[in-house]
C-alpha cells in the first residue's frame, strides 16, 4: 500500500508499507519549477513510487534526484530515475559522489558540500552533510529553507505500517 500526502504546501512524502520487512518506505516530492525527488527507494519499488509520483507530476520531468546516503532505500532506483528523467540532476554529499557514484551512476551526480545551497524556483534548498549521521560516512541531509522541511532520512528508524500517523494537509487517493 502506498499513500501519498501533502505534508506541506507542494511537498508531498510517497510512504510504502513492505510487509516482509515490516518497515515503510518514503520518498519526498518537491513540486516547483524543478521538481526534486529525495530518496527514490529499492529497484523493486521504482514502478510504485514512478505510479505515486504521477498523481502529482510527470516523473520524466524531475529535475533534481538527491539521496541522503548510499543505500537501496534512499537510491536503490536511482539509474531508473535518471534513465527516465532525462533532465534530472543526481545529488548527494561531496563523499558520495567521489566515493560511490562515480562508478554506480547513469550519469554524473553532484557532489554537494556542507552548506551548499541550491534552488528548484519558489523553494530555496540546503545540503548538510553529516557523517555517520543516521549512518554511513558518505551521509548529508537536505533542509527546504523555504518549506522549513528537514529531510532526515533514517534518523527516526522504525518498524511498523505508521502511515495513519502522519498529519498532512492531504491524502492524494
Ligand atoms: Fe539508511
Ligand atoms: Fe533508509
Known amino acids: 500500500m502506498t ?3 501533502e505534508i506541506v504546501q507542494d511537498v508531498y512524502r510517497i510512504s510504502t508499507y513492505v510487509p516482509e520487512r515490516n518497515l515503510q ?15 527514490t527507494g529499492q ?7 514512478r505510479d505515486a509520483v504521477a498523481k502529482i507530476l510527470d516523473p520524466a520531468g524531475i529535475r ?4 541522503s ?23 548527494c554529499s561531496s563523499v558520495g559522489a567521489r566515493v560511490n ?3 554506480y551512476a547513469l550519469r554524473p551526480v553532484k557532489g554537494m558540500e556542507n552548506g551548499e545551497t ?8 540546503r545540503f ?16 527546504d529553507e523555504t518549506a522549513s522541511t528537514l529531510f532526515c532520512s533514517d534518523l527516526f528508524h522504525h518498524n511498523g505500517a505508521v502511515i495513519k500517523e502522519v498529519v498532512g494537509r492531504s491524502d492524494i487517493g
Open 3 to 5: 499513500i501519498v500526502t
Open 25 to 39: 518506505i518514503n520518498q519526498f516530492l518537491i513540486k516547483d519549477d524543478e521538481p526534486l525527488l529525495w530518496h
Open 43 to 49: 529497484n523493486f519499488l521504482f514502478q510504485t513510487v
Open 64 to 67: 533534481w534526484i538527491g539521496f
Open 69 to 91: 546516503h548510499f543505500e537501496v532505500d534512499e537510491c536503490g532506483s536511482l539509474n531508473e530515475w535518471l534513465a527516465l528523467a532525462q533532465g534530472a540532476q543526481g545529488f
Open 101 to 103: 557514484m562515480y562508478d
Open 118 to 125: 541550491f534552488t528548484t524556483g519558489t523553494h530555496r534548498h
Open 128 to 143: 548538510q552533510a553529516t557523517p555517520n549521521l543516521p549512518h554511513c560516512w558518505d551521509a548529508g541531509l537536505l533542509f
